[in-house]
């Protein structure tokens, strides 16, 4: 029964989490067109179809409803963020502050999406 709370914890304090980087994308989102690769068209569209992403996955874990879909989506679009902005930025970066951010954000995003993982892995297959 605690482990189970614990784990309930977690899980809204991540809920939490992405639900604030999900309302961020809104509040700047000029701030984070910055991370949209160039490659990608869409531009400022993507950064607000993140942030809805991240507060739809937030509601589904808090709710306890799609739960297994959710965590999967969450860690795809998370280990996306990491090939493809955070490991180039850490790669192409002559300035080793932006390096030393890039490697921290793709340690970060590596790190929510093996959390999303293991959310995932341990949800009820129904609803």
């Known amino acids: 029964m605690q482990q189970h709370t614990i784990s ?3 899980i809204y304090i991540l809920s939490i989490v992405m639900i604030v980087f999900g309302i961020y994308h809104f509040l700047h989102p000029q701030n984070m067109l910055n991370y949209v690769p160039a490659f990608i068209p869409g531009g400022i569209l993507w950064v607000y179809v993140v942030g809805i992403a991240f507060i739809l996955a937030a509601l ?3 709710v306890n409803r799609q739960v297994k879909l959710a965590a999967y989506l969450l860690a795809a679009l998370l280990f996306i963020f990491v090939l493809t902005i955070h490991l180039p930025n850490f790669l192409n970066s002559g300035d080793k502050e ?3 951010l890039a490697f921290v ?3 970060k ?3 929510l999406a093996a959390f999303a993982l293991h959310i995932a892995s341990n949800a009820k297959t129904v609803g």
């Open 98 to 100: 932006m390096q030393q």
């Open 8 to 10: 309930r914890a977690a």
């Open 105 to 107: 954000s793709l340690l």
């Open 109 to 111: 995003d590596a790190a």
């Open 60 to 62: 589904a874990f808090i």
